[in-house]
């Protein structure tokens, strides 16, 4: 008897730094998991030999920052049963979103010796402000457990464990000492899309943010409480923490406009 | 859990004394404190107490009386936690920290079920190693009380919870009549310490004088009282018991918060709508970390999950909150999907609804979800403004 067709993946790069298809490369062990469960069609990242559409998940990389590239997006979604979003970039428009908020003209004329052979749009947008997208996965880079979980997930057609909630509930359930509370140190976790697995308090840092905002996050207050005496962060501080890899997911972007000094 | 009186000490029994408890009052040197850790290790117990790591005085696994956080005290305030030398070597002269034993009572993650896809069929797997013999050490009264309302909710409520009570049934308890009152501690006002009565295999009161550092040791059961006669001892003098007792009366008197004395049951039931649910959610970021730091909060979730080749499948539970969408999440929506509704959730069961589901509070007075709150929230400045503020509720009954 003929095996039934395995599913085909596909991995598709825009406005990126590569990282979060490197999540995947990086799964080392489960990587060979992952080849017997579905067909590798299209990763250029890992191989040059490609294999035509449809596919059955495409995985995209990366935010939307040229004309042409909003053009190959509707054809990924063409050719593709589920598309699913991998990192910062993709679901929220990534670091490059800052351009959003500034002359993007400027920026070029700073980077580049020849400006005037960029051609970019004046915004770096996600995935889903383009097409319609089946499911976001979040993180700067992603998890690979999480990626794992995801296509997991999708090849037995349920829904996926990612939950919403905040970065703390991984801090606490994996016993760690609060960083806020015990040194001072401003920690995003408590506005922040759980993911990483309290991946920097575990080395007493502050969570960046990396996931971007939690379900229903309070930035607000958390910044009203960092600006105030046991921490004193200074404004503009503040409203840096919220300009990076999720600068443009909606809630972060508006606290730190609301703090810029 | 009391043991008949242990002969040789009730003859050595100072004159006067109270309670069985008291009758059965030793005392252990400091220098010999050390052979409490390694006869439980001997007797085949996994030893937990407090210890430093990374800034906080956390529940570990302890190899030695070494790792003990000599020395070494706590400043605590609400959303404020600092560790500070003391100018003596007291092993226990701190409040509690971070961690609470139910993390080790209760894990934070646990693997229920493995299931294996055979044939036509699947087996189901659970897990088979045997659970841990943890000894606690340091183990304070507000602590003990938590520990009673856990069994209550994990052992007591019909339904018996596998993986609590393997690890409850053998857990030796070491107490500690706590020395230093914390900063956000209210046990007083919850009845729930000091003064460790019942509870514990052992409980111990550190005394430290001018010129000695010794325990006042005293006996609540039988395996307490075989732990106690494998280590170098003898019978308490009057005044150790008397100086043993002045440490917790004013632990007692220095409590850093009190909780509001009222009906708060009838107080919280009475104000669904009062205007402080809206100023306390306007702050509050549902971060989770009062739930998840608490002693008593016992709510899990459970997550199945499957691997690449869809023939194993796993089923863990892991410690949830009221703070997220997704516990009151149910079939046509989200049933608490303000902050406020959610903040009011956690203090109405934890202070009202409580009573009614087990027969007692739900806090205990530690002040952790108000030193763990990253913004510092109270829970007795959030009771004391509805007292200060609400209509006035009718009479507690009796
Ligand atoms: S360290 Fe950060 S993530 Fe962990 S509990 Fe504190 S605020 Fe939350
Ligand atoms: S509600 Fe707060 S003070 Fe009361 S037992 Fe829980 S953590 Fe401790
Ligand atoms: S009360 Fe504090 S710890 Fe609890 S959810 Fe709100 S902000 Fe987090």
Redesign the pocket.
Known sequence: MKPAAKPKLAVWKFASCDGCQLSLLDCEDELLAVADAVQIAHFTEATRSVVAGPYDLSLVEGSITTAADAERIQEVRRISRRVVTIGACATAGGIQALRNFRDVREFTEHVYAHPEFIDTLEKSTPISAHIRVDFELHGCPVNKHQLLEVISAFLARRKPNTPPHPVCMECKRRGLVCVMVAHGTPCMGPVTHAGCGALCPAYQRGCYGCFGPKETPNTRAFSDYCGGAPLGIDPGTLARLFSTFNAAAEPFQKESNARKP | MASPPHTTLETNAPPGSGSAMERLQCILEREDFPRLITVLQEQGFEVIGPTVRDGAIVYERLETAKDLPEGWTDAQEAGQYRLNKRQDHALFGYAVGPHSWKQFLFPANSRLLSLHRDGNGFTVETPAEPAPRYAFIGVRSCELR?IAIQDKVFLGSGAVDRTYAERREPLFIVALQCGVAGGTCFCVSMQAGPRAETGFDLALTEVLEETRHYFVVQTGSDRGAQILAALPHRAAFPEEIQAARRITDHTARTMGREMPKADIPALLKANYDHARWDAVAERCLTCAN?TL?????FCSTVEDVTDLTGNHAERWRKWDSCFTLSFSSVAGGITRASAKSRYRQWLTH?LATWHDQFGSSG????????TWCPVGID?TEEVRALTQTAPPTPPAPG
């Open positions: 938590a009062c730091a608490c002693p008593t909060c934890k806090c205990v007075g530690c002040g952790r979800c108000i829970i």
